[in-house]
């Protein structure tokens, strides 16, 4: 991790010539010395607060006697909502992983509709998500009755996706750039300001391009600590992940068994009638 350099770090220690010129995904060539001025745009995280605050809503519920279901619901649907929202960021940050994101966020989605809906059908309009016998589950008993586990495993994954944000505003190994220095290049002695050297805004056809929004976002901080956070918290994202599996095959089973009862309470399947 500390060994490996930004991009930022390795153009300063070895600048590229006057006479380099970088070429993107295309193949159009540029000059070195354009793609600098494109990394001093300032950068929303907007995205941070939702997520470090998020701890405190229920406690303040709590301390001030404020706890509803409504309350309870709206957690839940805004946590889904944030974290679907950076989902969609790393997707569009990284379109190599973009599938792999898009299941995350339809697996965070459906095991916790499911979750809700089996608990509010089969428990009744009065029982919380977070109550989940062990009989049921002794996982999601832990995870959903122990606040601490609840905590830890809500904000380390958190956590892990926000660190990849940052990555991908810092690190040459999950975000090479498009733009690369090509030596020998036969339009090496072109000056700038021929078509060989156009200006960033015309490398690409839309500015919201994944190649525009690369060009923005590079090299703008350090990866050392961004990678340390990311393998850290990765376990437990995993374990995360692997919770939503187990929340979505319960809540399946526990509907599923409702309506098998159900149906054998109405007398279904009916023998069919003979010709």
Request: glycine letters at 6%.
């Amino acid at each position: 991790m500390g060994g490996v350099r930004t991009r930022k770090q390795t153009a300063r220690s070895a600048p590229p010539a006057n006479g380099d010129l970088l070429v993107n995904g295309n193949g159009s060539a540029h000059s070195a010395i354009t793609t600098r001025a494109s990394s001093e745009t300032p950068e929303n995280i907007f995205l941070f607060f939702p997520n470090l605050i998020d701890a405190l809503d229920g406690v303040a519920a709590r301390y001030f006697e404020q706890s509803t279901r409504f309350g309870a619901v709206l957690d839940m649907v805004t946590d889904r909502c944030t974290t679907a929202c950076l989902l969609v960021f790393l997707s569009s940050a990284w379109p190599r992983w973009a599938l792999l994101f898009q299941g995350l966020i339809s697996l965070d989605l459906a095991s916790h509709y499911m979750h809700m809906y089996a608990t509010l059908s089969m428990g009744g309009s009065g029982q919380s998500h977070k109550t989940v016998d062990k009989s049921r589950s002794r996982i999601l008993n832990l995870y959903y009755n122990n606040k601490n586990v609840l905590f830890a495993f809500c904000a380390l994954n958190e956590l892990f996706f926000i660190a990849l944000y940052l990555l991908s505003f810092s690190s040459p190994i999950l975000s090479p750039s498009l733009l690369q220095p090509v030596s020998g290049s036969p339009g090496s002695s072109v000056q700038p300001g021929n078509p060989a050297h156009p200006a960033p805004s015309t490398l690409f056809a839309s500015p919201y391009s994944a190649g525009a929004l690369e060009l923005a976002r590079a090299n703008k901080m350090d990866s050392t600590w961004p990678w340390i956070i990311t393998i850290a918290s990765s376990p437990v994202m995993l374990g995360k992940q692997f919770i939503n599996v187990i929340q979505l095959v319960k809540a399946s089973k526990w509907l599923a068994e409702g309506d098998i009862e159900s149906r054998r309470a109405q007398g279904l399947p009916k023998g069919r009638r003979s010709k």
